[in-house]
């Protein structure tokens, strides 16, 4: 029970970002769009860091390897898992009209909703491999420290949520529609949580690569995705701040609670 919880919890943390778009008449203000952003990238980097590329690098010294070995290899891995995902999957990003990945026929909207699926692949992953740690006994990894990582990125779903269904919503999309879009966009997170959590169970040898593996992909949609978008244009500041305390709300949150 407590595994599907947590499998479940950055799902309900999109959901309930989805659903503002019953509450919220006009488009995510711009300044608090940038803070947003930031703040879901300060919520990843720290999350990449201290729950799972030092626990990777923790295991890989109790396995008598190089301690940086697991961390580094993953983590490139990661890096370009995602690269190649970017480049073949359809998708497109909120403030730009060309289409990303390879030639398709589908709407702007599925593209919207496919460009925020792609940014929770990692997510889920990252869950799914601290959950599965702490399923096989690993001192290193609890079901607490699951659960604050799972609940660190269910935060910054929240935003995410609501600035994929209120822009859909703009462009003439029925609320209902909006919100359904948004919320599937997170179903990606249980899904890959699962997965991993099986693959992970199945070779518990190489659960330091696959810690460091999710971390990368993590980082990637940071570097690539949330802080150009809450750099660009005016207010870049904001964005900044965004990321101050998303990075210090998980931080503190993972020391303090896991």
């Known amino acids: 029970m407590n595994v599907l919880i947590g499998v479940l919890i950055p799902f309900i943390g999109t959901t ?5 778009v019953f509450l919220m008449k006009n488009t995510v203000n711009k300044r608090l769009e940038k803070l947003l952003l930031g703040f879901a990238a300060g919520v990843m980097i720290a999350a990449s860091i201290w729950s799972l590329l030092i626990p990777s690098i923790d295991m890989a010294k109790d396995k008598n ?3 940086y070995l697991p961390a580094a290899v993953g983590f490139l891995i990661g890096i370009i898992f995602l690269l190649i995902l970017d480049s073949v999957i359809p998708h497109m990003h909120l403030k730009e009209d060309k289409p990303e990945g390879i030639k398709s026929n589908l709407r702007k909207s599925t593209m919207l909703v496919l460009a925020v699926t792609l940014h929770n692949i990692p997510e889920g992953m990252a869950v799914g491999v601290v959950l599965a740690g702490s399923m096989v006994g690993n001192e290193m990894m609890t079901i607490a420290g699951a659960f604050v990582l799972a ?5 910054q779903n929240f935003p995410e949520g609501a600035i994929i269904s209120m822009p ?7 609320k209902r529609k909006a919100f359904l879009l948004g919320m599937l966009s997170g179903i990606v997170e249980p899904i890959a949580a699962i997965i991993t959590i099986l693959l992970t169970n199945a070779v518990t040898s190489v659960l330091p690569y696959i810690l460091s593996f999710a971390a990368g992909a993590m980082m990637y949609v940071v570097v690539e995705e949330l802080v150009p978008e809450s750099q660009n244009g005016e207010h870049s500041n904001i964005g900044t701040i965004g990321v101050a305390f998303g990075f210090v709300l998980m931080m ?4 303090a609670l896991g």
């Open 16 to 20: 309930l970002g989805a659903s503002m």
């Open 65 to 67: 390897i190089p301690s």
């Open 151 to 155: 609940i660190g990125i269910a935060i």
């Open 168 to 174: 859909l919503k703009s462009e003439g999309m029925s």
């Open 252 to 255: 503190v949150l993972d020391i």
